[in-house]
């Protein structure tokens, strides 16, 4: 189902794409394989940083994670659609701000406003971990400040 926009707005079994949802999704993806894969996207976005890249975007990860001669089957995971990468790279800012020198989500108001990242992370995913900001505006501005 397109929106007024021409964008896809229901996931495959027809429910509406809200951005709660949108957000469990990726907590979805994240939990499986916690905490491995979600390391490894951390340690793929920070090593992209440190050699240099200008601008992470969610097309990037398949070729970084090619370039660290992780295999294929591994290279796949991160082949991900627009609506993952906006939650995940939040995520990502969250729990390293220093990632704001490569990472620039786009303020959007029905994700970013009354959402409690940190809450709906540590109920789907693990209770215990910290993060440095408790949202990613927050850690953006630490990060690029720093």
């Given at each position: 189902m397109l929106n007024a926009d021409g964008v896809e707005a229901a996931l495959y079994d027809g429910v509406t794409m809200t951005p709660e949802r949108r957000v469990e999704h990726a907590l979805a993806w994240i939990a499986d394989g916690y905490?491995?894969?979600?390391?490894?996207?951390?340690?793929?976005?920070?090593r992209a940083m440190t050699e240099g890249w200008?601008?992470?975007?969610?097309?990037?990860?398949?070729?970084?994670?090619?370039?660290?001669?992780?295999?294929?089957?591994?290279?796949?995971?991160f082949r991900m659609d627009n609506n993952l990468w906006s939650v995940l790279?939040?995520?990502?800012l969250?729990?390293?701000?220093?990632?704001?020198?490569a990472i620039f989500p786009r303020y959007t108001p029905e994700l970013d406003e009354g959402m409690d990242f940190e809450a709906m992370w540590h109920r789907d995913v693990a209770a215990?971990?910290?993060f440095?900001?408790?949202?990613w505006m927050a850690a953006a501005k630490r990060g690029r400040a720093a």
């Open positions: 905490p491995k894969k979600w390391l490894r996207l951390v340690n793929l976005c920070e200008p601008r992470i975007r969610r097309g990037d990860l398949y070729v970084l994670a090619s370039q660290q001669g992780l295999d294929i089957t591994l290279c796949r995971e790279s939040r995520y990502l969250m729990f390293r701000p220093s990632l704001a020198s215990t971990t910290f440095r900001a408790p949202m």
